[in-house]
T-cell receptor
């Protein structure tokens, strides 16, 4: 079965510091995309970053970067220079790029940035 | 403005009373999807649609129906709602299944008593 596991239900970080959210997944396919989504208290779902499984280079978007370890099926999110606006629920997700096109999401990590 | 709209935003209903949650996107996206979000369970995909008249089950389709008669609309139908369908529901769309971003609607909070 395809699964996504986020083992940290809650985390906190001091403003301006760095935090890493972990995500592991399970799939027998070799072609897929991985995502991190952010859900602030407004409930709106916002894409943070995307990684194509065929790319070895880790994706980066400003203060957000990933550590993608395909063999280990690991996809962690690093947030640098944390800001109060980063306080949110973060979801890891993946979708295969062929066959079925189901999205699989993790259970989420609630991140609180402390002033 | 590019957006995904859902209606209603909040709904309280009783067991067994059929309801429909509408979803519409104005971006000419091919892929549309419904999710439910429950505490501790994250988002789970209910149904998705690759294009008009093409729908497929996600991980939790039981108790739900969908249709895709027009590209822009993807309604979610609960023919006989039950209390275990109390949840936060999101509709989402993207240009293609694995395109850069899914655009999410604002969510519908459903309570079934």
């Amino acid at each position: 079965a395809q699964t996504v596991t986020q083992s940290q239900p809650e985390m906190s970080v001091q403003e301006a510091e760095t935090v890493t959210l972990s995500c592991t997944y399970d799939t027998s396919e070799s072609n897929y995309y991985l995502f991190w989504y952010k859900q602030p208290p407004s409930r709106q779902m916002i894409l943070v970053i995307r990684q194509e499984a065929y790319k070895q280079q880790n994706a980066t978007e400003n203060r957000f970067s990933v550590n993608f370890q395909k063999a280990a099926k690991s996809f962690s999110l690093k947030i640098s220079d944390s800001q109060l606006g980063d306080t949110a629920m973060y979801f890891c997700a993946f979708i295969h790029t062929s066959g079925t096109y189901k999205y699989i999401f993790g259970t989420g990590t609630r991140l609180k940035v402390l002033a | 403005e590019a957006q995904v709209t859902q209606n209603p935003r909040y709904l309280i209903t009783v067991t067994g009373k059929k309801l429909t949650v509408t979803c519409s996107q104005n971006m000419n996206h091919e892929y549309m999807s419904w999710y439910r979000q429950d505490p501790g369970l994250g988002l789970r995909q209910i149904y998705y649609s690759m294009n008009v008249e093409v729908t497929d089950k996600g991980d939790v389709p039981e108790g739900y129906k969908v249709s895709r008669k027009e590209k822009r609309n993807f309604p979610l139908i609960l023919e006989s709602p039950s209390p275990n369908q109390t949840s936060l529901y999101f509709c989402a769309s993207s240009l293609s299944p694995n395109s850069y971003e899914q655009y999410f609607g604002p969510g519908t909070r459903l309570t079934v008593t």
